[in-house]
C-alpha cells in the first residue's frame, strides 16, 4: 500500500510481506488529537532506522538508544510529527519497530521498497508532502554522511548522532547543521531550532 495522507479517524496501514499493520487511531489521537492533519504546519522529525532509531549493541542485537521512548512520548502531544526514511525493506523496518512497540509513533515509513534511495531527496520530500510541511518545518536525523546529504538535497536541515558510532568530524563535513551524541541533546536541539524548547540548557555531547 502506498503511504497517503492521514486524517482523524486515523488507521495508519503499513505493508508487512502480505500481511496489513493497521495501527488505530486513538494511539495517534491521544497524542495529536485535532491537530493531526496534512498542512497544520506542525514540525516534523524525520528518522534514519539502523543507527538513529535502533543501534546495535555488543551481543548483536539492535535496541533503541537510551531515552528514545521518552522522547518520542514527550513530543507527541507538543505537537511533533515524527516519521522514518530508511534504506531497510519495509518489513525490515517493520519487524524492527514493532519488535519495540515503536510503530504507532510514526506517521509514516519511507523504504527501499517505496523509490530511489537516499541521498536522492524523493523519501524526504513524498514524507514532507504527505505530512503537510515544508522543509523550513522539518529536520533530517540520522547517523551516516548520506543522510546528511539526504537532508540538504531535499532543503531541509540535517541533524547529525553519534551514538551509533559515527563521526561527529564526518557528519559535519557531510553538511550537518548540527551533531549531537544523545537523544537527551537531540531534543534539545530540536525543540530549539522549532521553538519548543522549554527548562535548562542541555550539554550537546557529540
Same mark, same amino acid.
Given at each position: *500500500?502506498?503511504?497517503?495522507?492521514? #486524517? ?10 502480505? !500481511?496489513?499493520? #493497521?495501527?488505530? $487511531? ?10 493531526? !492533519?496534512?498542512?497544520?504546519? *506542525? ?29 518520542? $512520548? ?8 515524527? +516519521? ?8 525490515? +523496518? ?22 530511489? #534511495? ?21 529536520? *533530517? ?5 548520506? %543522510? ?19 563521526? #561527529? ?35 550537546? %555531547?557529540?
Amino acid at each position: *500500500m502506498a503511504l497517503r495522507p492521514v #486524517s482523524i479517524p486515523i488507521f495508519h496501514c503499513l505493508k508487512q510481506g502480505k !500481511r496489513l499493520l #493497521s495501527v488505530p $487511531d486513538f494511539q495517534y489521537n491521544g497524542r495529536w488529537g485535532r491537530h493531526f !492533519r496534512a498542512g497544520c504546519g *506542525m514540525p516534523l522529525v524525520v528518522f534514519d532506522l539502523e543507527g538513529t532509531i535502533f543501534v546495535r549493541g555488543q551481543d548483536g542485537r539492535y535496541a533503541a538508544p537510551e531515552g528514545l521512548r521518552a522522547c518520542l $512520548d514527550a513530543w507527541a502531544p507538543s505537537p511533533v510529527l515524527c +516519521a522514518i526514511a530508511t534504506r531497510a525493506s519495509r518489513r525490515r +523496518a517493520l519487524v524492527a519497530l514493532n519488535s519495540q512497540n515503536l510503530t504507532a509513533y510514526f506517521l509514516a515509513l519511507m523504504t527501499a521498497d517505496d523509490g530511489p #534511495s537516499k541521498p536522492h531527496p524523493f523519501g524526504l520530500e513524498r514524507v514532507m508532502a504527505e505530512a503537510g510541511t515544508r522543509p523550513d518545518e522539518t529536520v *533530517m536525523v540520522g547517523d551516516t554522511d548520506d %543522510d546528511m546529504i539526504f537532508g540538504r538535497n531535499a532543503g531541509v536541515l540535517p541533524i547529525g548522532v553519534t551514538w551509533s558510532g559515527a563521526s #561527529s568530524t564526518a557528519l559535519t563535513h557531510a553538511g550537518a547543521g548540527a551533531v549531537v551524541g544523545s537523544v537527551q541533546a537531540l531534543r534539545h536541539q530540536v525543540e530549539t531550532h522549532f521553538g519548543l524548547a522549554r527548562g535548562p540548557e542541555v550539554s550537546h %555531547d557529540a
